[in-house]
């Protein structure tokens, strides 16, 4: 079982930036990529970003690129998602998930998923 908690949520205004931190409670020994996706009100849980373990390759969405950071700080277990220039709409629930193999944008291949941490984007 691996256990995955996200933090570093809150309230800020458009233009601010957040940092979103996800701590898993183990490393899995293989090959594993961690992702980060968001679900807003009303609306279908969506891929942002993706990154294997070593770090070697990340995908985002459209929507962010440019904005987002996803990073690995491998001897801390944690999962990073640096939000600069934040905007109304990327207002949602953020989660993390795990899977084994290669990042990628679809959910149904992540079999661990944490609690989400709310973030809003005041206008």
């Known amino acids: 079982q691996v256990l995955l908690v996200e933090s570093g949520g809150g309230l800020v205004q458009a233009g601010g930036s957040l940092r979103l931190a996800c701590l898993a409670s183990r490393r899995t020994i293989g090959y594993i990529a961690m992702g980060w996706f968001r679900q807003a009100p009303g609306k279908e849980r969506e891929f942002v970003a993706g990154i294997n373990w070593d770090g070697g390759s990340t995908q985002y969405a459209d929507s962010v690129k440019g904005r987002f950071t996803i990073s690995i700080d491998n001897a801390k277990n944690t999962v990073y998602l640096q939000m600069n220039s934040l905007k109304p709409e990327d207002t949602a629930v953020y989660y993390c998930?795990?899977?084994?193999?290669?990042?990628?944008?679809?959910?149904?291949?992540?079999?661990?998923w944490g609690q989400g941490t709310q973030v809003t984007v005041s206008s």
């Open positions: 998930a795990r899977k084994s193999g290669p990042n990628t944008s679809s959910s149904r291949e992540y079999d661990y």
